[in-house]
């Protein structure tokens, strides 16, 4: 079976190693991906951060999972397809946000995996829900805020089995 690189995409107040991509990436590490995560630090536009992402992800080669935090959700998603990942798993996506629904990227036509806080006090956990009934994504809903911070173990390993069952699927 041939393991995927992920590639992280942080939110607009985080950076590109922050608490969660940290954990995510040493799991994933652990389970013998490469990881990359981009910086958009200083880009507040998500268009020019899913293009910073689409660039990057030109020197990979092998199969690719978009892994993105709230905004980094939204960039993740807009890449998806320009890029040809395989698999998308977001947290907290600000999807449909108010004033900015038109910019909610279509859903690319791979599996997509989201994890939402009930308690997000930043993106209703309502617009994950609409996103996921739109194209039959695989959804949770945690006992969390928007940060997801105490929810990493969760997180790691939803995380863990979407990469194994996407990497079989693609390997078969």
Same mark, same amino acid.
């Given at each position: 079976? +041939?393991?995927?690189?992920?590639?992280?995409?942080? =939110? +607009?107040?985080?950076?590109?190693? =922050?608490?969660?991509?940290?954990?995510?990436? =040493?799991?994933?590490?652990?389970?013998?991906?490469?990881?990359?995560?981009?910086?958009?630090?200083?880009?507040?536009?998500?268009?020019?951060?899913?293009?910073?992402?689409?660039?990057?992800?030109?020197?990979?080669?092998?199969?690719?999972?978009?892994?993105?935090?709230?905004?980094?959700?939204?960039?993740?998603?807009?890449?998806?397809?320009?890029?040809?990942?395989?698999?998308?798993?977001?947290?907290?996506p600000a999807f449909y946000m108010p004033g900015y629904?038109?910019?909610?990227?279509?859903?690319?036509?791979?599996?997509?995996e989201i994890v939402h806080g009930w308690g997000d006090?930043?993106?209703?956990?309502?617009?994950?829900?609409?996103?996921?009934?739109?194209?039959?994504?695989?959804?949770?809903?945690?006992?969390?805020?928007?940060?997801?911070?105490?929810?990493?173990?969760?997180?790691?390993?939803?995380?863990?089995?979407?990469?194994?069952?996407?990497?079989?699927?693609?390997?078969a």
């Open positions: 079976m +041939s393991l995927p690189t992920i590639v992280f995409s942080h =939110g +607009s107040e985080s950076g590109p190693w =922050g608490s969660k991509i940290r954990a995510m990436s =040493g799991m994933a590490k652990g389970l013998g991906c490469a990881i990359d995560s981009i910086d958009y630090q200083g880009i507040a536009d998500p268009t020019e951060r899913a293009d910073k992402l689409t660039g990057a992800c030109e020197s990979i080669s092998g199969d690719i999972i978009l892994v993105g935090s709230s905004m980094g959700g939204h960039v993740a998603a807009a890449a998806a397809t320009p890029v040809e990942a395989i698999g998308l798993f977001v947290l907290a629904e038109e910019l909610t990227p279509l859903p690319p036509r791979i599996p997509i006090e930043i993106v209703p956990p309502e617009n994950s829900i609409r996103y996921a009934r739109e194209c039959a994504a695989t959804l949770h809903l945690l006992n969390g805020d928007h940060r997801l911070t105490n929810n990493i173990d969760e997180i790691n390993f939803f995380l863990e089995r979407f990469i194994i069952r996407i990497s079989v699927r693609e390997s």
